[in-house]
């Protein structure tokens, strides 16, 4: 497969409500991303179903708990456990969330980090740290959020400096720059190209839910959105084409209902030129 193509792979979450029709049937997905807390050290039968998985597709890594910017010390005996799963399953990627979710204990919600020079070069410290652990790069994704817990750095600049400082790649949720767009005020449009190129390893799409004109929730648990769509696009026409997964955590449908949504993804994933 050329290069090109593989870059325009379009992808699922991988969820309990349908993964015995993915075993039996096979349906067309290029790959499945996983979230590693929900497998690790849970026995045979995961093993085996993650097994027959990897023979089939490829797979792809997205953490829940990892908490990059938290207060708290780096759980590098975590962080070995994720980097031995990924050995075992021939897993490439590794994502998390440029946010924090612990601090002196968990804190089940992903919180933002305080867009501050001080917050960009600890969170880069920490970045290195995972890496040299995990022995690949981290992928860490632009993450939605309600209220900054600082403002010295714009979002835009905190996320380059992140990723400038600790040399990790970005995983662009174009759903994520939509709402935040919306709900802070500024040109989602420039946000995406102001993010570097080379840094882009895959993205994610997905829809939310509208509370007010002004206010939209990201919630995983909708259809994409029109103007969600077009961001993908222009993402596209300005970075090059990446792997893109379609995200459905809540009011999850039937499967079939997910691939034909899939294919629209796919749609503007196979259309869209790009210099």
């Known amino acids: 497969m050329r290069r090109r193509e593989v870059r325009r792979l379009v992808g699922l979450g991988l969820r309990r409500e349908f993964l015995s029709d993915v075993l039996q049937k096979n349906p067309v997905v290029d790959f499945w991303e996983i979230a590693p807390e929900n497998w690790i050290e ?12 990897r023979e089939r597709y490829p797979l792809f890594c997205h953490g829940l708990s990892l908490s990059i910017g938290s207060p708290d010390p780096l759980d590098e005996a975590f962080i070995l456990k994720v980097k031995d799963f990924l050995e075992r399953f021939n897993i490439e990627r590794y994502s998390e969330h440029l946010s924090y979710c612990s601090a002196g204990g968990h804190l089940y919600d992903l919180l933002p980090i305080p867009f501050s020079e001080e917050a960009a070069e600890y969170v880069a410290q920490r970045v290195k740290r995972v890496q040299e652990l995990i022995e690949r790069p981290l992928i860490l994704e632009n993450v939605s959020y309600y209220l900054p817990a600082a403002t010295e750095l714009s979002e835009l600049e905190f996320i380059n400096q992140v ?50 004109e002004d206010l939209l929730i990201d919630t995983h648990g909708a ?53």
């Open 42 to 53: 849970r026995g045979y039968e995961a093993t085996y179903q993650l097994d027959l998985l």
């Open 163 to 212: 990723l400038t400082t600790s040399n990790c790649e970005l995983l662009l949720d174009v759903n994520n720059v939509f709402v935040n767009s919306v709900n802070h005020g500024y040109d989602p449009v420039a946000f995406i190209k102001g993010l570097p190129s080379e840094k882009v390893n895959y993205g994610h799409i997905a829809g939310h839910f509208e509370e007010a």
């Open 223 to 275: 259809p994409i959105r029109p103007e969600v769509f077009d961001l993908l696009e222009v993402s596209y026409q300005h970075h090059g084409p990446f792997p893109v997964l379609l995200e459905r955590d809540f009011n999850i449908p039937p499967l079939a209902e997910l691939l034909d949504e899939m294919q629209a993804v796919k749609k503007v994933t196979q259309q869209t030129e790009f210099v």
